[in-house]
């Protein structure tokens, strides 16, 4: 059963939403919100598998709620929900986090297709948003780890265990497990075979000989 949290603040969407998600087999629409201020708890509460969020949220915007949910769950994924097609709403979000960014003009089964394909730890992108944004969103997301995040993945790009990191920093197994959750959340890479990957790409490791 796939756990859904859902935060819209017009509740005739949000009802909407509700009773389309869970017609799909397998999708559970387990809490439901119109203020960003209880994404983060929803989500924790819940064990959220996914997070479907309005930008535009009483309170807290949809932006500092989804940085705040993954924060509190690094595993679950994001799927923006928003009427906005602009390049500067599309970076945000994907700098914040989201894995997916849908249109609310889109059709139901865009949507569902985005919380699937967010699921396997893929980007989705509605065909009505820019693609440059999503272009350069590996380069932008990197800007959002902190600095020592960007230690650990150079350590765990270079086949590093946690022990190993832990003992590399002076820093607990269980701190390190917790900064891996983070970059992975933040990168939206779900296995270490993509996130040496990605570290390749980034230039963070050399590439072998």
Known sequence: ?????????HSVVRAGVRGLLEKVEGFRVVAETADGGDVEQ????????VLVV????HGLDGIEATRRALRARPSCRVVVLSMHRSDAHLSRALEAGA??????????EDLVEAVR????????LSRGVPKSAG?????????TLTPREREVLHLVAEALTSDEIADRLSL????????????????????QTRLVHYALQRGLI???D
């Open 1 to 9: 059963m796939i756990r859904i949290i859902l935060a819209e603040d």
């Open 42 to 49: 929803l989500v924790q509460q819940h064990r959220a598998d």
């Open 54 to 57: 309005d930008l535009s949220l």
């Open 99 to 108: 894995s997916a960014y849908v249109l609310k003009d889109d059709s139901f």
């Open 117 to 124: 394909t967010a699921l396997r730890g893929e980007r989705y």
């Open 135 to 143: 272009d350069s969103e590996t380069t932008d997301r990197y800007e």
């Open 172 to 191: 607990s197994v269980r701190t390190i497990e917790t900064h891996r959750a983070n970059i992975m959340a933040k990168l939206g890479i779900r296995n």
């Open 206 to 208: 050399p590439p072998a």
